[in-house]
């Protein structure tokens, strides 16, 4: 029994460690099957053992029994909530308040993260073991949702002692936000549609509604996970700094949104980050609403205390909102590159996150009907970053009976061929590879920045060209003359001169530019990077098979059935083939003898701080380097991040070179 005991115990470990690589610290060891075949063991053991089970197994995740009502937690600190504030000036102000109130020159500094839009929750580790999670309720009694936290996987069920860490408090109550990612939650929208429920309006509801589960067993479907903030009571507290309670927090093995906590001296500097923030906001696999600033020094904290409701010593800097009401005038459809018809609400303009917005997509005609949005309508647009303003709902309490269904029509609206759809697909399509709207489309995206990057090319000229028959396709741009161009509208000799020489300029490309600029479906610029990267030539890319573009990292099925069937059209290689005979030409991207990227493998541990791991990776292609998963013999690079993997051992060990992030950053500088 004492060996079966010990056994089931080291698989916990085991398991719990790949948890915790694979979750938190997003570098798996070990391969699923690997980790499947570990749980399934214990699994098996337990079952065997039932006695032997205990709550903090990492078999007791997948959701217990369903429970008739919530009990009540009384927390043992208040959760408080945040004072707000919406512009720069708030910040000063908030500096000027804390510093008035403290009454001497205490050097305050500041830590600003991001404000993380999901659910507050408190977890109570006593003696290291998770006993209670709670919601924040009132912010005094909370309801106890334990076994629904259980079945997050980055909520550590115990934690770890790390050995040069600061000791687990025999109490602490951690506090943090539970969130579903924006994918995550598209993706559970996209299958309640289908079972004819009705969608969550937002990530955060998705993840309220999701926590709130009398089933642990519907809570444990969801992609839920959660980042830690801060802490209630916690016992014998050696911390100086929310900093170094931070990185302790962490090391215990709870998720900690480190890479983005940034310690600010002075109020501008505070402000230069809340705004970078706001910056990259949409970049975010998750919904983040503002910054938190909070004063770094615990003593300081502890004297200014709270008021009412919050603390004195934090603010929310609320982000300006990204979605608004406003009305939709008409809607009408649009052809994009690939005979694509997309139906396009044409809206009072309004202003969203200090953009105006005149126009949203509505998708397509399942879209408008699942939305049920009408000409008319009021409604509530919703705009991230760079992406299209898209219509989020309509509110139909504002309805008056005027409104006017919109159908998408059953021929293309512009060269009136009989649109088709494909099983399976939603999308309705212009078949006609000449319709104008289609043509016009692939050459602005042929002319593009990222692909062929044909300046002063403007959607104006573009349309003459086409309705004057001068282009066609792509390559009858390299065959026009300036005799052509200045018998157009609106163009000066000048511009015509410089139109040319654009087109002339264009010729010396990269092999990426150029696929990408082909408009190949789903490939977009970063996938044509890999593929230029693989195929070092194009006939090589033409006669490439599924398979061998599904063994290409970061190559999925749908792209590689794109390419193969782009390249199997006739017409399409005579098209490429023609762009080539007039004239274009690839530079290399690698730099022989120069670069020291070039022709080097590297890899990866640990997160890095001022890029994202596949934007390292781009960067790592984009100069002729190659990236693997695992340490090697052949591995000459390990770069590592934020706490590292158990790669940086292996890499010491067969004395492969480190490069920290600064080092690694200076290195792709130099070239
Ligand atoms: S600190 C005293 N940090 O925002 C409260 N809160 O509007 C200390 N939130 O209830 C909270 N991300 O649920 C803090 N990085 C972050 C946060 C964060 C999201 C939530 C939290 C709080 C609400 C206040």
Known sequence: MEKIKEEIQGLRERIRYHNHCYYVLDDPEISDAEYDSLFQLLTELERHHP?????????????????????????????????????????????ARLKRFLGDDSPVEYTVEPKIDGIALELVYEKARLTVGSTRGDGYVGEDI??????????????????????????????????????????????????????FANPRNAAAGSLR??????????????????????????????????????????????????????????????????????QFPYEIDGAVIKVNQLNLQARLGQKSRSPR???????????????????????????????????????????????????????????????????????????????????RSKRTGAERKFVVPTQCPVCGAGVEKKEGEVVMRCPNPNCPAQVKQSLKHFVSKGAMDIDGLGDKLIEQLIERGLVREPADLYELRFDDLIKLDKIADKSAGNLIEAIENSKKTTLAKFVYALGIRHVGEHVAVILADHFEDLEHLE?????????????????????????????????????????????????????????????????????????????????????????????????????????????????????????????????
């Open 51 to 95: 006695e032997l089970v205990t709550p903090d197994s990492p078999t007791q995740r997948v959701g217990a029994e369903p429970q008739e009502a919530f009990s009540e937690v009384r927390h043992r600190l208040p959760m408080l909530s945040l004072g707000n504030g919406f512009r720069d000036q708030d910040i000063w102000d908030f500096d």
């Open 146 to 199: 334990t076994q629904n936290i259980k079945t997050i996987l980055t909520v550590p069920l115990t934690l770890t002692q790390p050995k040069d860490g600061r000791p687990i408090p025999d109490l602490v109550e951690v506090r943090g936000e539970v969130y579903m990612e924006k994918e995550a939650f598209e993706g559970l929208n996209r299958t309640r549609l289908e079972r004819n429920l009705p969608p």
């Open 213 to 282: 589960q009398l089933d642990p067993r519907i809570t444990a479907k969801r992609p839920l996970n959660m980042f830690c903030y801060g802490v209630g009571e916690i016992s014998g507290s050696p911390f100086d700094t929310h900093r170094e309670l931070m990185v302790s927090i962490q090391q215990w093995g709870l998720r900690v949104n480190r890479p983005y906590i940034r310690v600010c001296g002075t109020p501008s500097e505070v402000i230069d980050y809340c705004h970078y923030l706001e910056e990259i906001r949409s």
């Open 313 to 395: 010593w934090a603010l929310a800097y609320k982000f300006r909102p990204t979605q608004e009401t406003t009305k939709v005038i008409k809607i009408d459809v649009q052809v994009g590159r690939t005979g694509a018809l997309t139906p396009v609400a044409h809206l009072e303009p309004v202003e969203i996150g200090g953009v105006i917005v005149r126009r949203a997509t509505l998708h397509n005609q399942d879209e408008i009907e699942k939305k049920d949005v009408r000409e008319l309508d009021t409604v509530l647009v919703q705009r991230a970053g760079d992406v299209i303003p898209e219509v989020v709902q309509v509110i």
């Open 543 to 671: 006669e490439a098979t599924e398979e061998e573009l599904l063994a290409i990292d970061g190559i999925g099925p749908q792209i590689a059935e794109s390419i193969v069937s782009y390249f199997s059209d006739r017409s399409n290689r005579e098209h490429s083939g023609r762009l080539l005979r007039e004239g274009i030409l690839f530079e290399t991207v690698t730099h022989p003898g120069g670069g020291v990227v070039a022709g080097k493998t590297f890899v990866m541990t640990g997160s890095l701080s001022s890029l994202k791991r596949s934007e390292a990776k781009e960067q790592i292609l984009r100069r002729g380097g190659r990236v693997s998963s695992s340490v090697s013999s052949s591995t000459d690079f390990l770069v590592v991040g934020e706490s590292p993997g158990s790669k940086l051992q292996k890499a010491a060990d067969m004395d492969v070179t480190i490069l920290k992030e600064d080092e690694f950053l200076r290195l792709l500088g130099e070239e």
